[in-house]
């Protein structure tokens, strides 16, 4: 059992559940600010970083491994939708170097590897999505933006 992946299973376990509990709170927050598309796509967000949750806590009981409730760090909550889709890029974009040094430990542990493998190319795909809203952004401005969100 390689204890960098056993470690990486129980890192994403806790940061991904609170990653997931900031995107239903700023969904929240979007859809009380009236931006629906924008509150169900953070909504959707944060049920698909759950379903990785339980996937990596199962993974790490199939390995025998003790599954952690760790302490987790705080993280912003932002009222202005630009900020918090520059915020969340920047979490993806760092995220995902730290993933593929994970995804390259566990080659030797194929479900381990499919699993990451498969959240790697989800996370990807938002990171894709917050940079073509950004794009968006700075092609039609924010207001314009905003009004599609709606």
């Not at 598309?37 to 759950?50: F, G, S, W």
């Not at 030797?108 to 959240?119: G, Q, R």
């Given at each position: 059992?390689?204890?960098?992946?056993?470690?990486?299973?129980?890192?994403?376990?806790?940061?991904?559940?609170?990653?997931?509990?900031?995107?239903?709170?700023?969904?929240?927050?979007?859809?009380?600010?009236?931006?629906?598309?924008?509150?169900?796509?953070?909504?959707?967000?944060?049920?698909?970083?759950?379903?990785?949750?339980?996937?990596?806590?199962?993974?790490l009981i199939d390995l025998g491994c003790e599954v952690k409730l760790e302490e987790k760090k705080s993280a912003p909550i932002c009222k202005d939708a630009e900020e918090f889709v520059k915020y969340d890029l920047q979490v993806s974009k760092d995220g995902l170097k730290w993933l593929a040094g994970i995804i390259k430990e566990s080659l030797e542990d194929l479900t381990t590897f499919s699993i990451l493998s498969e959240y790697y190319k989800d996370e990807?795909?938002?990171?894709?999505?917050?940079?073509?809203?950004?794009?968006?952004?700075?092609?039609?401005?924010?207001?314009?933006?905003?009004?599609?969100?709606i």
């Amino acid at each position: 059992m390689n204890e960098k992946v056993v470690a990486g299973l129980q890192a994403i376990v806790t940061g991904l559940s609170q990653q997931a509990d900031g995107h239903l709170i700023q969904s929240r927050i979007f859809a009380a600010q009236g931006f629906n598309k924008l509150a169900k796509q953070y909504e959707e967000h944060a049920e698909e970083e759950r379903g990785y949750v339980v996937k990596c806590i199962d993974r790490l009981i199939d390995l025998g491994c003790e599954v952690k409730l760790e302490e987790k760090k705080s993280a912003p909550i932002c009222k202005d939708a630009e900020e918090f889709v520059k915020y969340d890029l920047q979490v993806s974009k760092d995220g995902l170097k730290w993933l593929a040094g994970i995804i390259k430990e566990s080659l030797e542990d194929l479900t381990t590897f499919s699993i990451l493998s498969e959240y790697y190319k989800d996370e990807e795909k938002d990171m894709y999505w917050a940079e073509q809203q950004l794009e968006l952004i700075s092609l039609i401005g924010k207001q314009n933006w905003l009004a599609k969100q709606i």
